[in-house]
């Protein structure tokens, strides 16, 4: 049987061609934990894919996204078990099934959410042709100095911070085992006798630390510098040596999702972290298990090009602005005048911008920049580039 061409990866069998037969794979379940903050929740509304589609250096990844008639694929032999939290990141809720969009955030979905777990999971099945298990944890606006900080790291200088160190760590643990403990309860097709591998781990964080309280550096001049991160270098090494021992998983294959907001820096705060985020990787005792995924490379560039213009364009209509939210506040008719303003910015963005940056406009952007623009091309991107250097552990050991 020839399969559609868009339909390639989610199948339980692989096809040897050449004498047409289908073989099962009889291995063990591989099983892969994500685990992060809000950006490994993901943001990126699935109503952004068409930027993907447009773009011909991402397209191949879109086809691989949708089915035939341009709708998000659902795997057959990839699925997710998935622990979430709300808006504030309080963990609210668990959900599993196979992998499709919309296992993304799962507050204010829109059109549904995804993050990397989507195109990491289609990429995993296509390297690895063999069925695939996902386990998912991510909450919003979490730490690794105190949410996710490791047993082995000690406890936080802060007094306020020592109660809550460590609990989404414990609770990312404890979700693990949950799951391991019975596997075919979310992947109905578990064989008991076959069992599991925990195959690898992808690490995807970092802006509560990129924002939090490590202390300042000097620069030769005696002056304020950026933040010395170094603490946050122990405390990954800590994190990566903890989740190996208490899932008794040696050597387990780590993927660091180097923080990526804002593109590419120059001698900023921001690259002084990225700095410290990909340090383990390179120690000794890493380098062979352990590797980074620089995820600013992946940075939308044609999102803030289109949203500088725009907001030079808000700012013409300003003060137009400001009277309608006075005659708001005061109780009087403001929905007539605020549509007409409103169809007056966007006759000069149409006027403004060209054609693809229009599309950009309409079709890439789904939230804010920490939250990389809401796009699903760049989370797109990030999910295969995980799974690709997964991959590349696993060949080179």
């Known amino acids: ?38 950006n490994m929740e993901g943001h990126a509304q699935t109503r952004t894919f068409p930027a993907i589609a447009g773009d011909p250096a991402t397209a191949d990844i879109y086809k691989k996204m949708v089915d035939a008639d341009g709708k998000p694929i659902v795997c057959d032999d990839v699925w997710i078990a998935y622990s979430y939290g709300n808006f504030s990141g309080d963990p609210v809720g668990k959900r599993s099934g196979k992998l499709t969009a919309g296992f993304g955030s799962q507050h204010h979905v829109g059109t549904g ?88 781990f992808v690490w995807f964080q970092g802006f509560n630390d990129l924002v939090g309280p490590y202390p300042a550096t000097k620069t030769a001049e005696g002056k304020k510098g950026p933040k010395d991160y170094s603490e946050y270098s122990r405390l990954l090494s800590c994190f990566i040596r903890d989740v190996r021992k208490d899932l008794s998983a040696p050597g ?90 409103e169809k007056e910015k966007r006759a000069k963005i149409e006027a403004t911008l060209t054609k693809d940056e229009l599309f950009t406009l309409d079709n890439g952007i789904s939230n804010r920049g920490f939250h990389y623009h809401g796009s699903a091309k760049f989370f797109a991107q990030i999910g295969k580039a995980f799974a690709d250097a997964l991959v590349a552990l696993e060949k080179d050991r």
């Open 113 to 200: 959410k995804i993050g990397p777990e989507f195109t990491f999971g289609i990429m995993m099945g296509e390297h690895q042709g063999e069925p695939i298990l996902l386990i998912k944890d991510a909450w919003g606006g979490k730490s690794l100095q105190v949410d996710f900080r490791p047993p082995s790291g000690g406890e936080p200088e802060d007094e306020k911070a020592k109660e809550k160190a460590g609990r989404y760590y414990r609770l990312l643990i404890e979700h693990v085992k949950e799951v391991l403990a019975d596997p075919g309860k979310v992947y109905p097709g578990y064989d008991p006798k076959e069992g599991y591998e925990l195959s690898g």
């Open 1 to 38: 049987m020839k399969y559609p061409t868009n339909i390639r990866v989610c199948l339980l069998v692989l096809v040897a061609s050449s004498v047409g037969l289908a073989v099962s794979a009889a291995t063990p379940l591989k099983v892969y934990i994500l685990a992060g903050q809000s």
């Open 252 to 341: 387990l294959p780590f993927v660091i999702g180097v923080l990526g907001t804002g593109g590419a820096t120059k001698g900023d705060g921001t690259e002084a972290f990225r700095k410290a985020m990909a340090a383990p990787a390179k120690t000794e005792e890493f380098k062979e298990s352990v590797t980074n995924v620089f995820t600013h490379k992946y940075w939308p560039t044609e999102i803030d090009a289109v949203q500088a213009k725009v907001s030079t364009i808000n700012k013409e209509f300003a003060k137009q602005d400001r009277a309608l939210k006075e005659k708001k506040k005061n109780g009087g008719d403001w929905k007539k005048e605020a549509a007409q303003i």
